[in-house]
């Protein structure tokens, strides 16, 4: 077993704080890794405050991990020892049915394991995540970071990223598309670099005014501030797709009236309370759909992290020790970051 | 001019009554109709009752026309006196938007004009509807009703069949599909012989025990009561397409919960009061969709009336004349009618 340091939740309502565990034996398709960095996800808050309910304490949250190779198995064949990894929402699936037999293992019909909050088939314990200083993981759930691209700022792809990539891929995003981008805050400036870089033509909604130059320079071509009913009439019925990454309950109706014919709109934030219900009308008369999306599979997960580095795309971070991360999460409730913190592992080992 | 007789609602309390008016004069590209049956939809109630808002009185209902050619103007191509036709939901279109240049002219971006309670461009005055003797109609907006098809039982098709085949052949159903159709009324029943004819395995979920029978009698394959959670259960994740007719507020997350990942539930009827708001995570764990569609198009229309003959499909009716027509509104909102009304045109002249 790997006696591992890390920052845990231990109840709802306490601050998180230091918590040594133990990782699991590496087994013979096993990666040891030595966390370098881990982003910040909305859903690390969520968990360490129970906020979906039924989590399990003491929890280390984490999902954003890049890390580098200490030790592989003896029948893993894709990493080597020093080589630069990542792991993101998940590091097991059942790996037999119609999910992950299309390599879409974030539709596991018999549930993935999530990095964190899940039940580690090989232990039968709780998984811990990447606010630690290593972790041990199937190589099958490790993707490889590629060459030359920043560590700190790859972290978030492996969440942000991939959760906005998966969507504009599936609606088949491309030059000719017009893509909307419903908030601008992690996975919203993600989704602007990556519809722009696939030659969407991409309109960033947000409700703040002041956002408008820096949604601008991440490669939006028009940025509409959603409460002013004139700018968004200016988009009426015109847009394909548009990827809502807000996960507080809001009207969806003004932005499925922007949705061209066959549009979708897909929700890729989970709020605790519902959205207010939207108007079928909205969706009948232009055949409009509303679906969600779900992260990505590991292998899309890769081609996605290869495409980034291809278009030069990473996340704009800020960088803190794990120390800060109580206030950090009282920052992003306020929206208090460009775009995603991502954790220094190296400050763990500083205090330790 | 034509004069007509014809059934209104005046007011939105009123029973309908005897009502006489001008239809326009017969322009070149105009089929004028002898009206003989018309289906009594949902949505003639919602406007005789303005439940949508803004119906402009005095109003004759009806979109469901069957009838005979008794004259075509000079530059009609397609239609011959004496053929049988149909009429559906519109009666023009612009006739050069993205909607209407792929033949979606249910679509028309500067939208189409309702068969009744529109406002026709050649005269500026309200369209009125079938329950009536006769209707001057643009040929591109006349069907051709398929030889040896009974009129009567065809007339359903024009707005039940085609707003039932139009998602069903948009979401690509076919052999393997397996198909849900939610509720067993005049939509409902069109879904559910459609889909079979089109070779999908077909589930009809309904609030009555009562008809289970008739719906294993019309081409389900099952029947489930969608208050049983155990049945319900049964299909989960399971189902590629639901059809939902149903137009009253109902819980649409049982029913997402059915659908397999990429799975979509098509809303096809439109409630007064919106449903109340489904859950995200029922969209974004299987990526699934909630999606609307709107009847048809007119090519696609015609396509449905062929498909219909080939497989000798019409609709289930009750005739009636026109002079129990506020009976039958009554009788439909109890859902006592298997499974359309259709008037017979032909009372209307007995009692002039």
């Not at 709802?12 to 590496?26: A, C, I």
């Not at 017009?178 to 033509?201: N, Q, S």
């Not at 990827?243 to 009207?251: G, K, M, S």
Request: hydrophobic share 40%.
């Amino acid at each position: 077993m790997t006696h591992t340091h890390g920052y845990a939740a231990f109840d709802p309502r306490s601050p998180l704080g230091p918590y040594d565990f133990e990782r699991r034996t590496p087994g013979p398709r096993d990666v040891s890794i030595e966390i370098l960095f881990c982003g910040v996800c909305h859903s690390d808050l969520h968990t360490a405050r129970s906020e979906w309910g039924g989590a399990k304490y003491p929890v280390v949250p984490g999902h954003e991990i890049v890390g580098r190779v200490t030790a592989v198995g003896s029948e893993v064949t894709r990493y080597r020892e020093g080589e630069l990894v990542g792991v993101g929402c998940m590091v097991d699936s059942c790996q037999h049915c119609a999910g992950c037999d299309e390599g879409l293992e974030q539709y596991c019909l018999n549930g993935f394991t999530g990095t964190y909050d899940g039940i580690e088939k090989e232990t039968g314990r709780t998984t811990q995540g990447g606010y630690s200083d290593s972790v041990v993981v199937d190589e099958r759930f490790v993707l490889r970071i590629p060459q030359g691209m920043d560590p700190a700022a790859a972290a978030p792809l492996l969440c942000a990223g991939i959760t906005t990539y998966s969507p504009l891929r599936r609606w088949k995003v491309g030059p000719g598309s017009k893509v909307g981008v419903v908030g601008l805050g992690g996975l919203g400036h993600m989704a602007v670099k990556l519809a722009r870089a696939m030659g969407a033509e991409v309109v960033l909604f947000t409700t703040s005014p002041g956002k408008r130059e820096d949604a601008l320079r991440l490669g939006a071509h028009d940025v509409v501030v959603s409460r002013e009913s004139e700018q968004m009439a200016a988009h009426a019925a015109s847009l394909d797709l548009i990827v809502n990454t807000v996960a507080a309950p809001h009207n969806l109706d003004p932005f499925l009236a922007l949705l061209k014919r066959d549009g979708t709109m897909v929700l890729v934030g989970a709020p605790a309370e519902p959205h207010p219900s939207p108007t079928v009308f909205n969706l009948i008369l232009q055949r409009r759909s509303l679906a969600g999306s779900l992260i990505g599979g590991i292998a899309e997960t890769q081609a996605m992290l290869d495409f980034c580095a291809e278009h030069g795309i990473v996340s704009d971070i800020e960088t803190i020790p794990i120390q800060a991360i109580n206030d950090a999460y009282e920052r992003m409730l306020k929206g208090d970051v460009k775009y995603r913190f991502v954790i220094d592992l190296g400050s763990l080992k500083a205090a330790a």
